[in-house]
C-alpha cells in the first residue's frame, strides 16, 4: 500500500467538512435502508464521527503496530450494536463512493485499489476480533438496578446486581444502555472495587441537555434493567504491584473511579498511605462526603479533604482542587490520580506540573476530542476518554 498517497486523498476529502458525512449516510442509507436503525438521529453528532474515525483509521494503516489493537478493540466493542461481518462490505461500499466523489479526477483506479485494500484489511482485523470475542465474552452484561438514590438536584447513586460476573477492575469504565434510550451507550466509571456480592456503584451527574444522564438521574427505578459493555480503559487502573502511596484528586463525580481506587487499596492490605480531595463549588456538591468521612474513619491510611472553589464561606479548605492540594503539602514521591470534568483535569495537570511533580506519575482521564490521528514523530493515538476509544456511537460525558 502507498500510505503517502492514502493520507494525502484522506487530507483532502477532509477539508470538505461535514458534507462528508452527509454523502456517505445517503449513499449508505440508498443501497442498505435496513442500516438507519442503527444510526438514529439522536445519535447524529457521533454517527457522523464514524466517517472522520474510518478515514483516519485506514489512512494510517501502515502503522499496524498501533493499528490493529485499536480495530480490534473496535471490532469487539462493536458487538453490542449488533454490527455483524456482513455490514463491513456495506460501510466500505459507502466509503469509497463518498472518496470517489470528493476526490473527482484524483480518485484513479490505482488509489481505489489502495483504498479498498487498506479497508478490507481493518474490516478483517474487526470481524476476527468480533469472532474471537464471541467464544469467551458476552457482547453485553444484563443487570438490574437494586439502589437508586439522588444526591441533590442532579446527582444519583445506584447499585446494580448483574446477571452474570462482571470482569472489571478499579478505575477502568463500563458502557451503559437503558431501556428509555436505546442504543445510546454512555461511558460511567464504578465508584467501586469489584466486591464479592457482585454489585457495581456508580455515581452519575444529569448533564445540560444529556439524553441518558438525565434518563438515569430522574427516571430509572429500582428493578429496571440496564445493559454493561465490557470494561475498558487502563489511565486510572493502579500499577500491577506498585507500592507507593497515592494522591487522589476528584472533582464532582470524578470521585467514582477514585473511590473505587481507594477500595483496591483495602482490598489489597491498606499498605500506602492515601490522600483524597474532593473538589466541588458548593457544599450540597459534596454528595458523597458521608460515606468518604465513614471510610476515612475505619481506614488509618486515608485522609480525605473536601475543597469548595464557589464558596467564600465554607469553613473548610477553599479553592480549586489542585491548588489546596498543592498548598497543603509536597506530593513529588507519590502517584497522582485526576479525575473531574475536562476544564478541571487539564487545569489541576498544569498545577501539578508546575508544582514540580514529574508527568510520569501523573494519571488522569485523555479529553481529548479529535479523531484518531498521528502524533509528531509518527506514532499513532486514538481518541479516548478514560483510556478508552471514542466512537461515534458515544458521547464524552461532562462532569
Not at 280 to 295: G, K, N, Q, V
Not at 310 to 330: F, I, K, Q, S, T
Amino acid at each position: 500500500m502507498d500510505p503517502a498517497a492514502l493520507k494525502g486523498s484522506w487530507a483532502q476529502v477532509a477539508r470538505h467538512g461535514d458534507a462528508v458525512p452527509g454523502y456517505f449516510y445517503a449513499v449508505l442509507f440508498t443501497a442498505h435502508s435496513d442500516l438507519r436503525a442503527m444510526f438514529p438521529m439522536s445519535m447524529a453528532a457521533q454517527r457522523d464521527r464514524l466517517v472522520s474515525a474510518l478515514g483516519q483509521i485506514v489512512s494510517n494503516v501502515d502503522q499496524l503496530d498501533a493499528v490493529v489493537p485499536f480495530v480490534q478493540g473496535l471490532g469487539r466493542d462493536h458487538r453490542r450494536f449488533d454490527v455483524r461481518a456482513e455490514h463491513y462490505p456495506q460501510v466500505g461500499e459507502a466509503l469509497l463512493a463518498t472518496l470517489a466523489h470528493f476526490l473527482g479526477e484524483a480518485w484513479t483506479p490505482q488509489l481505489a485499489e489502495e483504498w479498498t485494500a487498506a479497508y478490507q484489511l481493518i474490516a478483517q482485523v474487526m470481524v476476527e476480533a468480533a469472532e474471537k470475542a464471541a467464544t469467551s465474552t458476552p457482547a453485553y452484561w444484563t443487570a438490574r438496578v437494586v439502589h437508586h438514590e439522588r444526591r441533590g438536584l442532579d446527582i444519583a447513586v445506584l447499585r446494580l446486581r448483574p446477571d452474570l460476573p462482571y470482569p472489571y477492575v478499579a478505575g477502568q469504565s463500563c458502557a451503559v444502555e437503558i431501556p428509555d434510550r436505546p442504543r445510546l451507550w454512555r461511558y460511567y466509571s464504578p465508584a467501586s472495587a469489584p466486591r464479592l456480592d457482585g454489585l457495581i456503584e456508580l455515581h452519575i451527574k444529569a448533564v445540560p441537555g444529556g439524553q441518558v444522564s438525565t434518563a438515569i438521574v430522574h427516571g430509572l427505578q429500582p428493578g429496571d434493567p440496564v445493559k454493561l459493555g465490557a470494561p475498558v480503559g487502563q489511565q486510572l487502573v493502579l500499577e500491577p504491584g506498585a507500592s507507593r502511596d497515592l494522591l487522589l484528586l476528584a472533582g464532582s463525580t470524578g470521585l467514582a473511579p477514585l473511590k473505587a481506587l481507594v477500595e483496591q487499596v483495602a482490598a489489597e492490605g491498606g499498605r500506602r498511605q492515601v490522600t483524597l480531595f474532593f473538589g466541588a463549588r458548593t457544599e450540597i456538591d459534596l454528595y458523597d462526603l458521608p460515606a468518604l468521612a465513614s471510610m476515612a474513619r475505619d481506614l488509618p491510611w486515608l485522609t480525605v479533604v473536601p475543597a469548595l472553589s464557589h464558596d467564600p464561606w465554607y469553613a473548610g479548605e477553599r479553592g480549586a482542587v489542585g491548588d489546596v492540594a498543592m498548598r497543603l503539602g509536597r506530593w513529588d514521591d507519590r502517584y497522582v490520580y485526576v479525575c473531574g470534568s475536562a476544564a478541571m483535569t487539564t487545569a489541576t495537570r498544569e498545577r501539578l506540573l508546575a508544582g514540580g511533580i514529574p508527568a510520569e506519575q501523573i494519571r488522569c482521564e485523555d479529553f481529548s476530542n479529535e479523531p484518531y490521528r498521528p502524533k509528531a514523530g509518527g506514532a499513532v493515538t486514538d481518541t479516548v476518554f478514560r483510556g478508552r476509544v471514542v466512537t461515534e456511537f458515544e458521547e464524552v460525558p461532562t462532569r
